[in-house]
Antibody, heavy 128, light 111 residues
Framework: QVTLKESGPVLVKPTETLTLTCTVSGFSLNSIRMGVSWIRQPPGKALEWLAHIFWNDEKSFGPSLKSRVTISKDTSRSQVVLNMANMDPVDTATYYC????????????????????WGQGTLVTVSS | QSALTQPPSVSGFPGQSVTISCTGTSSDVGFYNGVSWYQQPPGTAPKLIIFAVSNRPSGVPDRFSGSRSGNTASLTISGLQAEDEAHYYCSSYITSSTLWVFGGGTKLTVL
């Protein structure tokens, strides 16, 4: 059974750096064609993709937050860490980590990466 | 990358069918088979219900179906049930930029 669990502070002050940890089980961060994404959701608003890291350490970041976000993985601990610098009250949101897995499309020939299993999320409030 | 465009809300009576659209561009929805749909009941995490445009994960009822025409993907829910009331989000993987984009979400109300 695949599970992901987010952990980190529930409250951060403006200008501080947020560090969130995603601990996974049921799959390995070394598994070929697997990865982990971070996605956030401000209260009452839509989902926003933040970053991902793949099995081969390939990383990518959302364009609006690229300069503030880093992502890394510790395969031995089955953990993926997201750091977001210079936090602001507008960054208040539920932060989710989720697994990426490659799936074949309907043709059966092409594989596409899809975000499939999600953690329960962790609400982070930014306030002084 | 701009968010994908979804209607803010849709509604239907039990037993009816509803369709939720998701409009993107030729660089995302229209280019690659990386469109997925998620169901999010209030206070819960999103759940994958459609992947690669039109495929259902095991355990998802066949009342849920996905399709695409040009730059617009669609999620159809047939035989509406009260438990289907939730927010629904589409997403597309953009292979040229190796990143994801989400839609603004659609609230489904079962009348």
């Amino acid at each position: 059974q695949v599970t992901l669990k987010e952990s980190g502070p529930v409250l951060v002050k403006p200008t501080e750096t947020l560090t969130l940890t995603c601990t996974v089980s049921g799959f390995s961060l070394n598994s070929i064609r697997m990865g982990v994404s971070w996605i956030r959701q401000p209260p009452g608003k839509a989902l926003e993709w933040l970053a991902h890291i793949f099995w081969n350490d390939e990383k990518s970041f959302g364009p609006s937050l690229k300069s503030r976000v880093t992502i890394s993985k510790d395969t031995s601990r089955s953990q993926v860490v997201l750091n977001m610098a210079n936090m602001d009250p507008v960054d208040t949101a539920t932060y989710y980590c989720a697994r990426i897995k490659y799936y074949y499309d309907s043709s059966g020939y092409f594989e596409v990466p899809q975000i499939d299993s999600w953690g329960q999320g962790t609400l982070v409030t930014v306030s002084s | 990358q701009s968010a994908l465009t979804q209607p803010p809300s849709v509604s239907g009576f039990p037993g009816q069918s509803v369709t939720i659209s998701c409009t993107g561009t030729s660089s995302d929805v229209g280019f690659y088979n990386g469109v997925s749909w998620y169901q999010q009941p209030p206070g819960t995490a999103p759940k994958l219900i459609i992947f690669a445009v039109s495929n259902r994960p095991s355990g998802v009822p066949d009342r849920f179906s996905g399709s695409r025409s040009g730059n617009t993907a669609s999620l159809t829910i047939s035989g509406l049930q009260a438990e289907d009331e939730a927010h629904y989000y589409c997403s597309s993987y953009i292979t040229s930029s190796t990143l994801w984009v989400f839609g603004g979400g659609t609230k489904l109300t079962v009348l």
